[in-house]
């Protein structure tokens, strides 16, 4: 039974279903508290629904329950990203690859960020110059 409320959530996160995913996932996580993947998903869907806050708490649980799990580091380089922290975004990034250099998502979205890293820094020093 608790298997079929995670591929229910995952089912109705496939459609776009969110908040039917969120209940779903939910009810997966109080039946399996140390399910790093479920957390993930939860995560997911909650970035989906714009709520950042919620999916960073889901991802860092993630990755408290199972330091491995690649796709939680993936997911928190991609919201430190957004949030325009380079920095940060390279480091989760970076933890993702360690754990899986074979991986190509996070290997991909490391050397994007680092090259937007780098370019931004060098952006930034180009206007301080021109004052």
Known sequence: MTKGYYQEGLDHLDKGNLKEAEEALQ???ELNPEDAM?????GVVY???RAVTKAKECFLKAVEIDENCI???NNLGNIARQEGDLEQAIRYYRKAVEIDPHHPTPAKNLRTVERQAKWSFKSIKELFRKE
């Open 27 to 29: 009810k997966h996580l």
């Open 38 to 42: 479920g957390y993930n998903k939860l």
């Open 71 to 73: 796709h939680a580091w």
């Open 47 to 49: 970035a989906k629904g």
